[in-house]
């Protein structure tokens, strides 16, 4: 089962590579040692020219400029001049450098350097080996060309399939592995502005769903929003004029080993609370600062406002002649905030801009409306996880609130482990909780298409829900429930795959037992990835002993082992463990008929 360690910087990957300086002809000034050549640079196999400062090597270790190293990867870097602070966010990590000190912060733990960075001639120079290394990064030394290389996973796995050999000075760069063209990426369309008096969202439009997006905030309360294999036309900077939230926001698209990556920075004017959250169909990212507390609702009781009323769990919306298409109505179904909302075309208008209908039932809170670039928008806050469904006749569009098993037939339960201050094993510059969430958004990106198999995550951010939490969700929600892990041990010669069950009869009244489901994701997460079997075995880990549904936690490879754990960094590799829990759920599902 997984080990809890704290995050260690990946030591050398070939020991015979020596990150050292020996035979190089020195000049000293200071503490400082200066080479009287030129380090070379290689940022996946490419030659980093035009530094505007040459790398210099301090105590056997060399110091290089970081946003001409690090940019190229796809990383975003802001320094903090009054603190000497440096901010660094790469593939889902936060890390915060500080000139002079030897310990840095990466999303919150507290690691130690080698060394400090430097302030030289006014710029900040960072240990190149140990911060690459800390963010999962593989740093290699050529002593015979004085070049340092630094490499991304996927970068090194290309390599080795296309069995390239020999000294890796020699060929940096395979040939025929090349940036993707903007042509194959997503393109943000239009980015609305809410209006004054409207509830304050921001709306990123998308030309197609979109599979993956992260988010941060940082300290100086800037939030930055990365959209991969996404480009936008061109590098634009919007000021955002009399609004509360945000001052500006500043758009760039740069090409990085993964295809092209357009990030998305809010300057706010002050912390303020927000979500960011995803449309069902995947093409519209709502930012929401909207202030709940200083909003001017009108709360009225007896459920009837104007031609809108609510009544036996049905909000009734008269039409008044108005024409519109259900399909141009978005919805977002934020389940994890307990909260779903329906954003209408602009040809219909509320009467009252910011109102509310106070419900307090045992489904609904309450019911917002608002409006958000001339659309109109409602936002039903439940008191539980809901499935509102959307009709209409002649003259009314009726939403009913449902819950989840009585919309869907077929619900899977998914429960990506860890979160929040539980960063779970964290081994090679790889912190399970992101790994699990990751391959669990990846599943239910694949299951969205699946319209017989609905698919709730316990957490779709970097959160963590207490075991009761999990079990409780899935007991009242889901049909079947599957929790992702990443597995660590001591003996890092240890690999491979293994799905745990917990032996309760009683489940087999249900017409399908939890070691059933653990036999069908074993067998079909070694079909698709070719690791290692470690068997299906039984546990009475929490979240399986206390499941009233067929329940299994698969460990999906261990991160303490030094080749699964590149290929848990790998996308492809991803995508391979996310299709085999596909494949599971709808080959569960065809034998499993749920019994409720």
Known sequence: MTVKRSMKRLFAVLLSMLFAVSNINITKSSDFIFTDRQANLFVNGRQITNLPMNPVFYHDSLLVPSREVFTPLGAFLEFDDAEKKLYIIYNGFLLVLQADNIYTQLSGHTIRLTIPPRIINDKLLIPLRSVSETLGLEVLWSESTNSAYIFEKSYLEARDRLNQNGDVSNNPWPGNISFPTRDDNNIVTNIYLPRQNERQVFLIELERPTDRFDYHLLEDNRLIIDLFDTVYQTDNRMLVPNNEFVREIRLGTEPTIRGFRTRIVFDKTRQSRFSVSLSEDRRFIFVDFSDYSQNNFINISGGEMGRVSYSGNQLRIHKNNSQINMSDIIQIDDYNNLRYTFVFPENIRFSDVNSRIEVNDQLVRNIEF???????????????????????????????????????????????????????????????????????????????????????????????????????????????????????????????????????????????????????????????????????????????????????????????????????????????????????????????????
């Open 370 to 596: 608002s409006h958000v670039n001339n659309r109109p928008v409602i936002v039903i806050n439940q008191t539980r996880v809901l499935a509102p469904i959307i009709f209409e006749d002649e003259t009314y569009i009726y939403i009913n609130m449902l819950l989840p098993k009585q919309r869907y037939a077929k619900i899977a339960v998914i429960d990506p482990g860890h979160g929040g201050q539980d960063p779970g094993a964290v081994w090679n510059g790889l912190r399970e909780k992101d790994l699990n969430l990751d391959i669990a958004q990846r599943l239910k990106a694949r299951m969205s298409y699946d319209r017989s198999i609905r698919v709730y995550l316990t957490r779709n951010e970097d959160v963590n829900p207490s075991f009761q939490q999990r079990v409780a969700y899935a007991n009242t929600i889901g049909d079947i429930f599957i929790s992702i892990h990443g597995n660590a041990a001591t003996n890092t010669a240890a690999h491979g795959i293994e799905t745990f069950y917990f032996n309760r009869e009683s489940v087999n009244q249900r017409g399908f037992s939890s070691r059933a489901l653990a036999e069908i994701v074993q067998r079909n997460l070694l079909r698709y990835t070719g690791a290692n079997n470690r068997g299906v075995k039984t546990n009475s880990f929490f979240v399986l002993r206390y499941s009233d549904i067929p329940a299994v936690l698969v460990e999906v490879g261990f991160i303490s082992n030094a080749d699964e754990v590149r290929l848990l960094r790998s996308d492809a590799y991803r995508n391979q463990l996310a299709e085999a829990l596909h494949t599971s759920i709808q080959e569960a599902f065809q034998v499993y008929t749920p019994r409720r």
